[in-house]
């Protein structure tokens, strides 16, 4: 649902390169401490980017609660920091993410336990949705299950060209969770998501760009640069439009024509009042580059 499209309106809503540095005291610092290297999701930042990497490289960043609890609280700690206006999800290790635990997931024996289990997963989609800034999600190796689920939620997707997708959850008797038959549905069809869902076979990165699911394809020793490209990019941009963008296409889908022009109509007014209009049409007459300060 859209919101009442004030400017600040969500703005207080709910392991990296080395030039990476520790995210300053906007956000939290228990999730990136000097002793946490081994916990389960690393919180950073460069610049005003914030990035967030899956951390269970030694089993694919397969899902267990703690990761799933350290993706929520990182994703609502970068949400609600004015100062953070881009987001970078990743994966450390050999890929960006498997999937859930199965040994712990066969080891839930109730169902509220196994509600619980999945909602939590839920909510870092949400987050990824409803954020006020763009999120980038960079994959590499394998992206499957869940996994599958944060790249169609993401705003951007970076991929490595050798990268393999996968819905899996048809091949352990589960249907898909984290949106991921929502927003494939939305993507490319109800018949290409039927596909992807049912018979669960790997997708190449190749098809998935063609597909328009991925923005950006290139070779491993680019795939930093060029997510970073995008990230830089996105914060030379003015911070109220970004967002009330990604609000209305996100959102757009159930509304009439009516509705979507009227929902228009009411953000550009807003945005002709901003000081970030009179400097980008400033910059353009005087052919040089804008300074937005998202006013």
Not at 120 to 147: D, E, F, R, Y
Not at 289 to 294: K, V
Request: proline share 3%; aromatic share 6%.
């Amino acid at each position: 649902m859209l919101n009442s499209l004030n400017p600040s309106s969500g703005a207080d809503s709910s392991s990296c390169s080395d030039s990476d540095s520790s995210l300053n005291s906007g956000l939290n610092s228990d999730l990136n401490s000097a002793d946490s290297d081994e916990a389960e999701v690393l919180l950073n930042r460069k610049d005003d980017i914030a990035v967030i990497a899956l951390n269970r490289p030694k089993v694919g960043n397969c899902i267990n609660r703690d990761l799933a609890d350290g993706l929520v609280k990182a994703l609502s700690q970068a949400a609600g920091d004015a100062s953070v206006r881009v987001v970078i999800l990743k994966g450390n290790g050999r890929f960006f993410c498997t999937g859930g635990d199965i040994p712990r997931l066969t080891a839930l024996t109730d169902n509220a336990a196994r509600y619980d289990e999945i909602n939590n997963t839920g909510k870092a989609i949400q987050l990824i949705v409803s954020m006020p800034k763009p999120v980038i999600c960079m994959v590499h190796g394998m992206v499957a299950g869940a996994g599958f689920g944060f790249a169609l939620a993401s705003d951007f997707v970076v991929s490595e060209k050798n990268t393999k997708f996968m819905s899996a959850f048809s091949k352990i008797g589960l249907v898909s969770d984290c949106a991921t038959a929502f927003n494939l549905a939305n993507l490319v069809g109800k018949q290409r998501a039927k596909e992807f869902l049912m018979l669960s076979e790997p997708i190449k990165a190749e098809y998935m760009y063609q597909l328009g699911l991925i923005n950006r394809l290139t070779d491993e020793a680019d795939l930093e640069r060029e997510t970073y490209k995008i990230a830089e990019k996105l914060l030379s941009m003015p911070p109220l439009s970004l967002r009330l963008t990604k609000e209305f296409v996100n959102n757009c889908d159930g509304m009439s024509l009516k509705q979507a022009i009227a929902w228009e109509e009411s953000a550009q007014t807003m945005c002709l009042g901003t000081e970030d209009f009179i400097e980008g049409t400033s910059a353009f007459l005087e052919k040089r580059p804008p300074l937005f300060h998202g006013k």
